[in-house]
Nanobody, 124 residues
Framework: QVQLVESGGGLVQAGGSLRLSCAAS????????MGWFRQAPGIEREFVAG????????LYADSVKGRFTISRDNNANEVYLQMNSLKPEDTAVYYC?????????????????WGQGTQVTVSS
């Protein structure tokens, strides 16, 4: 059974940092693009960051550029999201996802496996 399991969420003050991890099991995603999305209450799930299979190409939403960094460890079958300079508007459930595309997709429909999400809350 293929699973993506996120961890590392929590409560942090504005300006603080968190590092999210996503551990994959059931199959290797070493040749797949991976991404992070987030969803706040009442808002559609939105793209945050994506990374190609080698880590050589990354893509970020404008709202997180310069603050968030996506990375991956294919040997460990994991992907990470380092979040710095967090703002209250970053508060959401963060989801890890894997895609069958060869490029780095940025829409929900282009990802085929999803984790259950981890809550990130940034207090002002």
């Amino acid at each position: 059974q293929v699973q993506l399991v996120e961890s590392g969420g929590g409560l942090v003050q504005a300006g603080g940092s968190l590092r999210l991890s996503c551990a994959a099991s059931g199959r290797s995603f070493g040749r797949n693009p991976m991404g992070w999305f987030r969803q706040a209450p009442g808002i559609e799930r939105e793209f945050v960051a994506g990374i190609n299979w080698s880590g050589g190409t990354t893509l970020y939403a404008d709202s997180v550029k310069g603050r968030f960094t996506i990375s991956r460890d294919n040997n460990a079958n994991e992907v990470y999201l380092q979040m710095n300079s967090l703002k209250p508007e970053d508060t959401a459930v963060y989801y890890c996802a894997a895609s069958y595309y060869t490029s780095v997709p940025s829409t929900v429909g282009q990802y085929h496996y999803w984790g259950q999400g981890t809550q990130v809350t940034v207090s002002s």
